[in-house]
């Protein structure tokens, strides 16, 4: 079995053409604060301890610049050089001083179907955590789309020692092995004709801010295009939207935490009964507009940070 070389999911850096429209968005309705500025980007942080969850960059068109994780150690980082190539991944940028906020040391690459990942480790941390009922805590989970989800599953396997939790038939989840238990799964790669952004997802307190966000969100004129509903693998609560720019993005509760003993399933146990998309069975089937959405933002060519 691979070493586990991850200990968490930390955020998703993004570009888009107006970030201070994005900014008004993510802290005026889907309730994450600044953290800081460097320039025209703009860092933000849930109320959790993660530096942030999200950096916007300015860019002509959307795009999804990188992921980036979390490893316990330096430790991680010089094993992670020698062993991404190993897989099939290749190095972008190795161990070096993170000048953005949050700092850190980092390493930078890309996995064999063009996907950049940053991995940190030693970043800073904030002190003045404290749960909202409505704001967001931190990341749950990046999905990305997939044109090979069994070619691509080998290297986060191998290369980042993740683990697999499930299968669907359209989805493979996959988690960060961490002590004593873990979120079911902090990437997940969908079966696709593209190898674009599926959306990020953000943990909330719990079901009612789960639920109190898509009344805020319907407010401001995001409509729910999936939701509410609680999914079958994750048994997490969710409802989905497509925000600024054309991000897809879910407010989740519940994450089911599991170990090394949870049975890892298959497509033919993940079935649900005729006109059922969830647990609870309330749910009409995700929108076309979201369906559109999730095959639209692609990882941005890495031109150095």
């Known amino acids: 079995m691979a070493t586990p070389f991850l200990s968490s999911l930390r955020s998703v850096e993004i570009g888009l053409p107006d970030v201070a429209a994005a900014e008004a968005f993510f802290t005026g309705t889907w309730n994450l604060r600044v953290a800081a500025r460097q320039g025209e980007v703009v860092y933000l942080r849930g109320t959790g ?3 942030h969850l999200l950096a916007l960059h300015p860019a002509d068109k959307p795009e999804l610049r990188m992921v980036t994780l979390r490893a316990p150690s330096l430790r991680e980082l ?7 190539p190993t897989h099939g991944g290749s190095v972008l940028k190795p161990r ?7 700092g850190g040391e980092a390493i930078i690459v890309r996995d064999p179907q063009g996907r950049v990942l940053r991995i940190v480790t030693g970043d800073a941390r904030h002190a003045d955590t404290a749960s909202h009922k409505d704001s967001p805590i931190r990341l749950a989970h990046a999905v990305l789309n997939s044109h090979d989800v069994a070619q691509a599953l080998p290297f986060y396997e191998n290369a980042l020692g993740m683990r697999l939790s499930d299968r669907t038939r359209i989805m493979a989840f996959i988690r960060i092995p961490t002590q004593p238990r873990g979120d079911h799964h902090s990437i997940a790669l969908a079966d696709a004709d593209n190898d674009c952004l599926n959306h990020i997802a953000f943990v909330m307190p719990d079901l009612e801010a789960v639920m109190r966000g898509g009344g ?3 407010d401001a004129g995001y409509g729910i295009e999936w939701g509410p509903g609680r999914h079958g693998p994750g048994n997490n609560s969710f409802n ?8 897809v993005i879910e407010y989740t509760a519940d994450v089911e935490q599991i170990d090394d003993a949870y049975p890892v399933r298959g497509p033919e146990d993940w079935k ?8 609870w069975g309330i749910s009409a089937a995700p929108s076309a507009r979201l369906k559109e959405a999730q095959k639209q933002i692609a990882f941005a060519n890495y031109q150095g940070d």
């Open 49 to 51: 301890a993660d530096h």
């Open 78 to 84: 010089d094993q992670l050089l020698d062993v991404v």
């Open 96 to 102: 070096h001083s993170v000048s953005e906020p949050g």
């Open 216 to 218: 805020r969100m319907k």
């Open 240 to 247: 989905y939207f497509v925000g600024p720019a054309g991000f």
């Open 272 to 279: 649900w009964p005729a006109g059922r998309v969830d647990h």
